[in-house]
């Protein structure tokens, strides 16, 4: 394994840190100030970092609990760029509900090597399948 692939794979597991400690801070630090982010696919929010960062605060700080795997990381690095794919598992918890749910999928990322190291300009989650979701 690279070291560009090591800290690229880094990356992807403080941003599933960041989401289940619903550490907004740590979450920002995984990508550009300029990023898009796009999770749309799963019914969520599409958007500037900003723009996410303050619907998760309203929406994700909500769930009691979650747990995301980020695994099969496939990074295609061109120098100071990285085309990113990976797949995730999360099982969760969805308020009112005592059923686990869970969904899965890709993460889409776009990555740029900064003074800071990696981070993602652009991510697409590319949600494949959802178990008793919401508004089931």
């Known amino acids: 394994m690279t070291s560009d692939h ?7 597991y403080r941003y599933a840190r960041a989401v289940d400690t619903k550490d907004w801070d740590l979450y920002r630090s995984v990508f550009t100030a300029d990023a898009h982010i796009d999770y749309s696919s799963a019914g969520a929010v599409v958007g500037t970092l900003d723009e ?15 747990m995301h795997y980020v695994t099969n ?13 990976a797949m995730f598992f999360n099982p969760m918890q969805l308020p009112g509900m005592t059923e686990t749910s869970s969904c899965g999928g890709y993460y889409h990322h776009e990555m740029v090597r900064t003074s800071d190291g990696w981070r993602s300009r652009r991510l697409r989650e590319e949600n494949v399948w959802f178990v008793n979701g919401p508004g089931r």
Do not use: H
């Open 73 to 85: 990381v496939e990074a295609d690095v061109l120098g100071d760029t990285a085309t990113v794919r």
């Open 52 to 66: 996410v960062v303050a619907w998760f605060a309203s929406n994700v700080g909500l769930l009691p609990w979650s």
């Open 6 to 12: 090591a800290e690229i794979t880094a990356l992807l």
